[in-house]
């Protein structure tokens, strides 16, 4: 079978239940795991969001939307002379990966259908049901439910170390600064897997843009920044727009530097590894409870007694590597 899989979730979840093989082409976005990017890319993005700000990009993309551009380009010569039998898409997001409208219209001219796949979850027990759709149209149904029975193993055991906790710290979890966006769709449920409480926005709702003083009237305990698209070193440089917001430092999770920049990755990408963001929130909601779960510079966590003595256009040189290295 030859597959074609235009978004970094779906590659994930092919690797991940071993047709990884069978991967002819994938977008510029499909980097994990690094066999990926050893495959034919045949989707780009036409904004290269690591060299830019969030306010560039904004502008970049609402010049494209204005001048009747998809933000993506697909290379539809490849896709006449592949002819995959399967594509994979997504219809959750038309900024961040290319959407089932555009690629449909490019498969209209190949000379045989492919069986186009779209992957649009929108909690964390939707995620598990795409992995498990992925594996029985590609014919590795067995490997997807095993998978998808470690994965929920997982997520159990979370529930059970969580289950007596009374306290549960108020969390907000941002994926978009300047614009402001808040984390939506899985977001909210990993947030509640994790022993936080967030009570503005439930599972499965969409990711939306809000004001700074929704997020100053909520006045989170723990402020978890996980900018789509993003690393850390892109994180540290988004983060002082935030800081120079009125009132920012009268936030309690800014007062008592519970203020985490979180690699995107494990959180943007609805497949097999959002388990692992979820556990990564574990331990940030509750380090009494949960260790070891954090991976290397994945997590970099506000210094408030460096961010006192620095200049706000230089507070992404407060946010330290957590847990420290001697930790």
């Known amino acids: 079978m030859k597959i074609c899989s235009l978004l970094p979730s779906g590659t994930e979840i092919l690797f991940a239940i071993g047709l990884g093989d069978q991967v002819a082409g994938v977008s510029d976005l499909c980097d994990y795991p690094p066999a990926a990017r050893t495959k034919r890319v045949v989707s780009r993005s036409k904004i290269d969001v690591s060299v830019l700000s969030s306010q560039q990009v904004e502008e970049m993309m609402q010049g494209l939307l204005a001048a009747g551009e998809a933000p993506y380009q697909i290379d539809q010569e490849w896709m006449e002379q592949a002819c995959p039998d399967v594509v994979l898409t997504q219809d959750l997001c038309y900024f961040c990966e290319v959407d089932a409208a555009a690629v449909s219209d490019a498969v209209l001219a190949l000379p045989v259908q492919p069986r186009l796949v779209v992957l649009s979850p929108r909690n964390l027990a939707e995620i598990f049901d795409s992995i498990i759709d992925v594996g029985e149209v590609c014919g590795a149904a067995e490997a997807a439910h095993i998978l998808v029975d470690g994965l929920r193993d997982r997520v159990h055991c979370v529930d059970e170390a969580l289950a007596k906790v009374g306290d549960r710290p108020k969390v907000f979890s941002l994926e978009g600064v300047d614009p402001l966006v808040i984390g939506g769709h899985w977001i909210p449920d990993l947030l509640l897997h994790a022993g936080g409480r967030q009570d503005l926005y439930p599972p499965g709702c969409p990711a939306q843009r809000l004001q700074w003083r929704q997020v100053l009237d909520y006045a989170p305990e723990k402020l978890y920044i996980d900018l789509c698209s993003s690393d850390l070193d892109r994180g540290q440089r988004e983060v002082a727009w935030l800081a120079a917001q009125p009132g920012w430092d009268t936030l309690p999770a800014v007062r008592t530097g519970e203020v985490y920049l979180i690699d995107h990755v494990y959180f943007s990408r609805p497949g097999p590894r959002v388990v692992q963001g979820l556990e990564i929130l574990a331990q940030l909601t509750h380090p009494d409870i949960f260790t070891g779960l954090i991976p290397p510079q994945t997590v970099a966590k506000l210094d408030p007694v460096l961010a ?20």
């Not at 620095?310 to 957590?322: H, K, N, Q, S, V």
Request: negative net charge; proline residues 10%; aromatic residues 10%.
């Open 308 to 327: 006192n003595e620095t200049a706000t256009e230089d507070i992404g040189r407060c946010f330290l590597p957590y847990p420290a290295a001697s930790a």
